[in-house]
């Protein structure tokens, strides 16, 4: 995109919770895609308000639609991490829409962020839902994204872990367990495929 081109804008609506109807903002650009709205619908379905007073990560976070959805649904606090500079404006006000006193957002690679942001998680007496979802592998330069991903999900302590949620492309198997954490189950969205991973302790 060139300096001075102006980002064009799509909106989505929260689905439910506090702020449903609240319309938040969402980037047309390519190096970013919003969730799209079924798979959002489906994965909150599943969740409900299981993410009440817990904590929610979205890991490679855009516009912020998966974390804001868990925000509304009464998350403790939410953390965003995103590396597009146009992006992360979009996010922080899509964060000012809602509650930006439960929400901590950070500038710049997953790859580096994420360590940070579990540092800061040690001190939360409440476990955390991990969201990720990476830039399909088919984009120039992101070959080896998934077995990037797969690391940082072995980082997660799984006593502090409620679930890991991965939306990945249907095309990708994932492994049965990644670290301490075993497959639960996984939906598919034509391209896009829901993989719900949750701790084990045995």
Do not use: W
């Not at 009464?74 to 979009?90: D, H, K, L, M």
Request: hydrophobic share 35%; aromatic share 12%.
């Amino acid at each position: 995109m060139k300096k001075n081109e102006q980002t064009k804008l799509f909106t989505t609506n929260i689905i439910g919770g506090k702020y449903k109807g609240l319309q938040i903002a969402i980037p047309d650009i390519g190096t970013t895609r919003s969730s799209k709205s079924i798979l959002r619908e489906s994965l909150f379905n599943r969740l409900q308000y299981d993410v009440m007073d817990r904590n929610f990560v979205e890991v490679f976070a855009g516009s912020g639609s998966i974390g804001l959805e868990a925000l509304s649904r009464g998350a403790a606090q939410c953390y965003f991490i995103e590396r597009n500079p146009q992006v992360y404006s979009i996010l922080k006000q899509n964060i000012a829409r809602l509650d930006p006193s439960k929400a901590h957002h950070f500038l710049g690679d997953s790859f580096e962020k994420f360590p940070l942001v579990l540092e800061m998680l040690k001190g939360s007496s409440e476990r955390t839902y991990f969201y990720f979802d990476p830039p399909f592998s088919i984009r120039e330069g992101m070959d080896d994204i998934y077995d990037k991903v797969l690391g940082l999900i072995g980082m997660i302590d799984k006593d502090m872990c409620e679930m890991v949620i991965i939306e990945h492309m249907s095309s990708l198997k994932l492994p049965e367990e990644i670290g301490g954490f075993r497959l639960e189950k996984s939906k598919k969205f034509g391209k896009s495929t829901l993989s719900y991973y949750k701790p084990v302790f045995e």
